[in-house]
């Protein structure tokens, strides 16, 4: 029970960082800037919602590794649990996710507009530390530097992609209303053309994490690496989802408005599905021996 809960908090703990990041990055970096507060005013309850679930699935996490370590629910509150959970790598990485989980909620609660540039890099700074604990810490000196820098990149990617798929559907839908579509138009432009960089990254930096993690080999056998297949899979079908909207229906907008419209709108619904498919598969194999 308290595996599941873990994978479930971590599937939480995740999404919402990446749901706060991708969408931080397109209100603050790519989209216009008489278009800011439009855009700000219609994700501020998103950020709100994914800030307080990144401190309180952060907070949980802690207490549920307690009670792995130790002997069940009861130790989830045991302080010498939990200062014994704190003294190991998870532990000392995971204080500071808290401590920055506070502080963005503080950041939020007084000027999330004005300070939504914090947010941003608030959110980076946590999704970096993740890359300090799992799977990505396994390796030490040299290579251990190399496959977190490598595992952070991974994180930042993903989050820049997945994350700014809301936005995106924002962006569609308020393209529609003749006051704002030229710059609803070049925010989801600009979110494309960088966009490309984002999905680069993940494909070389997720091979990468791979070869680092499992080495040359391919174990079939393992169940880490059948559902790893499953995840690139579906990654697969996001990368052909993401060119069919880019190269396919963002051209034919002119000509056939209304149909190339609801088409990239299912198909970019159908990409944030398959993201959530995506982090449930790494938020259950994470927690699995490779081997």
Not at 19 to 36: E, R
Not at 208 to 219: A, D, E, Q, T
Not at 238 to 247: F, H, S
Request: aromatic fraction near 8%.
């Amino acid at each position: 029970m308290l595996s599941t809960l873990f994978i479930a908090l971590r599937f939480v703990h995740f999404a919402s960082l990446m749901v706060l990041l991708g969408s931080t990055i397109c209100s603050v970096l790519l989209a216009p800037q008489t278009f800011k507060p439009v855009l700000v005013a219609r994700l501020a309850k998103q950020w709100r919602t994914a800030i307080w679930l990144a401190l309180l699935s952060a907070a949980a996490m802690l207490s549920v590794q307690a009670g792995l370590m130790g002997n069940g629910w009861a130790d989830t509150v045991n302080p010498q649990v939990l200062e014994a959970v704190l003294g190991t790598r998870f532990g000392s990485v995971w204080i500071w996710q808290i401590v920055l989980g506070v502080v963005t909620v503080v950041v939020f609660l007084l000027k999330p507009r004005v300070l939504q540039s914090v947010l941003m890099l608030l959110a980076a700074s946590q999704l970096i530390l993740l890359a300090g604990v799992g799977h990505a810490a396994m390796h030490e000196g040299l290579l251990g530097g190399v496959q977190r820098i490598n595992h952070a990149i991974h994180l930042l990617s993903a989050a820049w992609w997945v994350g700014g798929l809301l936005p995106l559907l924002m962006c569609m839908h308020m393209a529609r209303k003749p006051r704002w579509r030229h710059e609803a138009i070049t925010a989801m432009m600009r979110f494309s053309r960088y966009g490309h960089l984002a999905v680069a990254a993940v494909l070389v930096t997720g091979s990468v994490n791979g070869v680092l993690i499992l080495g040359w080999s391919l174990p079939l056998e393992s169940h880490y690496v059948q559902l790893l297949l499953v995840k690139v899979a579906l990654v697969a079908v996001m990368v052909t989802i993401a060119l069919v909207n880019r190269y396919l229906l963002v051209p034919r907008m002119n000509e056939a408005q209304d149909t190339a419209q609801i088409r990239f709108v299912q198909l970019t619904w159908l990409e944030v599905i398959l993201s959530v498919a995506v982090l449930l598969a790494v938020s259950i194999f994470a927690t699995w021996e490779p081997f």
